[in-house]
């Protein structure tokens, strides 16, 4: 066989194509060049490359070995995360508004499946980019590629995140930020700082799940985080210059911990709430609840001889403390945080007015209830509902019924009992009012959308309904956002324009609430859906490789699709009242308590027991050595602030424990 290459005119000229063909791609990938930064991979694979106002990303998602809580840690003391190219922290994602955003991701996860939400975004006309799988896309198996492609049509501070199988916690989370260089406060700053808070949990998320969602928890207690983070880190620190103003974005990408923050000696000067411009607000704190954003502006001080702790204090039973620092002079003295006088008293985020001054829309068309509560079901375990219906993915993506069922697309049913969904018209008014029925705080995020947050309670002021609350008590002009918390045992009440036909999530941000269900649907104008959306190949192909329907109703029925035998449903619920089993556990009980105390006083009576007797007593935990400081010796309700060593001493207990479990931390 000859190999060579002729010297024939057709040879020439496949040579010149080729040629051709590769300098037009090696400069379509060249990066500009305030883009061109350093992922730490191969140079031949660039990771972000930006042209014609065009932004591409190339993500690998892997587990990698990382250690936030201390950068010096070996590699017992390391935990997996799930990183991008190898990295972790991940990248922060930039473009400007109208730019194009494409992401192409590949899952190396090797046992997991993964998929990309990008929280905040309104993705109109592309709901398929929206992430959350089983809603709008099946997940991506391992060793599988996929491709988000959407249009940023809102400025603001966003993030992207997994949603699926609680993977955010494990790291896979970053930055999303959508410049708006005509924004109306863009020439009251100097720079920007970007500031991310998060709780951080040493065990993997898997494992959390699996005790979190059983009958050995039936309380539902939440995990409880080991640490907190800023920006990923413990003691950040942020450089700042004197006498400028900062334009600083705050976002928090917690599973659980809500957060109290401020700076020491300095105000903030709140201008955007969840990519929503607001008209200016003072404030010296602020309270951010998992999936919120915070813009704000600070102005640094003249003298530039000091640096200034800024604390987030978690709004958990122990308030653990994450301390950063404003750096003035790197050579100066890193200062601990001051205790708080009295009470946390951050600005209410209910009187911040957006900047456009929208009103109060008008008389809802659809009104959607929805009342928060936690109960057991049969297998022990914890669950959250609205309305009674705790969440539980379909069969088909909820989406991929829409594009099949025609018609009947208007009719909820082919959504299935567990996906809550709710069908919306085009353009309706829809107001949701949330009761919350469990004495906890909970944030709820709605996908595709922000809302008017026209009412929102104070604590145990019960449900809406028997409030006495009418349209005259309502804002004139509401705040505007896309999370936001209700109190415990409180209500809100929410109104937005159905203008943005997809399928989009209602939910709690707590993580752990994701898992346990307090999900709901709205189907939003789905005759529309079918009429200007194609789903692309890749995306069909992922839920070819999982074996997963994309036709048919939640059961994936595609003959009957009103049929609904065989949809996923959750485990039954408890029976009311006492079973006979029940009723015999309980005379059982009865009787053998009777004893034990007929044993107790006949012991009492008895002779010969000796009174006198020294007592002996046995604690455990005092043999642990004279120089060993365990957390369970610290005072009962003390305050500590800013104490680092609490956090070493908590997380090697907790690698101790983990350890001893045999599992690797």
């Given amino acids: 066989m000859n190999c060579g290459i002729s010297g024939s005119p057709n040879s020439l000229l496949w040579i010149f194509l080729l040629l051709f063909g590769f300098c037009l791609s090696g400069h379509a990938q060249q990066p500009d060049a305030a883009h061109d930064i350093d992922s730490g991979v191969d140079d031949s694979t660039l990771w972000h490359t930006y042209s014609d106002k065009t932004h591409v990303y190339k993500f690998n998602v892997s587990w990698v070995v990382a250690s936030p809580d201390d950068p010096d840690a070996d590699e017992n003391s390391t935990k997996p995360v799930i990183g991008i190219n190898g990295k972790w922290p991940l990248p922060v994602m930039e473009a400007t508004v109208g730019d194009r955003v494409i992401v192409h991701l590949l899952n190396l996860l090797e046992t997991e499946p993964t998929s990309l939400h990008f929280h905040g975004l309104y993705l109109r006309n592309e709901t398929h980019m929206d992430g959350p799988v089983h809603v709008s896309q099946c997940t991506i198996p391992p060793g599988s590629s996929f491709t988000y492609n959407f249009t940023v049509n809102e400025p603001g501070i966003f993030w992207y995140h997994s949603h699926v199988h609680g993977q955010y916690p494990d790291g896979l989370r970053g930055p999303l930020i959508i410049h708006d260089p005509d924004g109306p406060f863009a020439d009251k700053y100097s720079e920007a700082r970007l500031l991310t808070v998060s ?6 998320m898997p494992n959390l ?26 003691d950040a620190s942020i450089m700042v210059s ?10 928090n990408m917690g599973a ?7 700076f020491e000696g300095h105000n903030m000067t709140i201008i955007m709430i969840d990519g929503i411009y607001t008209h200016p607000v003072e404030a010296n704190m602020i309270y951010v609840t998992p999936g919120q954003r915070y813009s704000f502006l600070i102005t640094t001080k003249a003298d530039g001889s000091a640096n200034f702790p800024f604390v987030g204090s978690m709004d958990l039973s122990f308030n653990p403390n994450i301390t950063g620092w404003l750096i003035y002079d790197e050579d100066n003295n890193w200062p601990d945080a001051a205790k708080l006088d009295g009470s946390f008293n951050p600005v209410d985020d209910f009187d911040l007015t957006p900047l456009d001054d929208q009103p109060l829309f008008g008389e809802p068309n659809q009104v959607v209830q929805l009342d928060v509560m936690m109960d057991n079901l049969g297998d022990g375990a914890n669950y959250a509902f609205f309305n009674n219906i705790t969440y539980v993915p379909p069969k088909v993506p909820t989406l991929y019924t829409v594009m099949s069922s025609q018609d009947l697309a208007t009719n909820p049913v082919v959504y299935g009992t567990y996906t809550h969904s709710t069908v919306l018209q085009k353009d309706d008014i829809v107001e949701i009012v949330l009761n919350n029925l469990d004495p906890g705080i909970h944030p709820f995020h709605l996908h595709g959308h922000d809302f008017q947050v026209v009412w929102r309670s104070e604590d145990d002021a019960g449900t809406f309904q028997d409030s006495g609350i009418t349209l005259s008590d309502f804002a004139r002009v509401p705040m505007r956002r896309d999370t936001v918390f209700v109190h415990p045992n409180g209500n809100l009440v929410l109104r937005f324009k159905a203008d943005n036909p997809g399928v989009w999530l209602f939910h709690c941000h707590i993580e752990w609430h994701v898992q346990s269900g307090l999900m709901a649907t709205f189907v939003e104008a789905p005759l529309e859906i079918q009429q200007s959306l194609t789903i692309p190949p890749d995306h069909l192909d992922v839920c070819k490789k999982m074996g997963v329907p994309t036709g048919g109703n939640a059961a994936a029925n595609s003959e009957d699709f009103l049929n609904l035998d065989g949809e996923n449903a959750p485990p039954n619920r408890l029976p009311d009242g006492f079973t006979g089993p029940g009723i015999a556990a309980l005379v059982f009980s009865c009787l053998t308590g009777i004893l034990g105390v007929m044993t107790i006083a006949w012991y009492g009576f008895a002779e010969g027991v000796n009174d006198g007797e020294d007592k002996k007593v046995r604690i455990e935990g005092q043999q642990d050595g004279a120089g060993d400081v365990k957390l369970r010796d610290m005072p009962s309700g003390s305050t500590l602030v800013n104490d680092r060593r609490v956090h070493k001493l908590r997380r090697n207990e907790t690698r101790a424990k983990l350890r001893g479990d045999g599992l690797r931390v």
């Fill in 209 to 234: 799940i699996a005790r979190f969602m059983s009958k050995a928890n039936p309380t539902g207690a939440e995990p409880v985080p080991d640490l907190g983070l800023f920006n990923d880190e413990i």
């Fill in 242 to 251: 004197p006498k400028t103003t900062y334009r600083f974005d705050v976002i």
């Fill in 199 to 204: 709780d951080w949990y040493l065990d993997k």
């Fill in 256 to 262: 659980f911990a809500s957060v109290y923050l401020w």
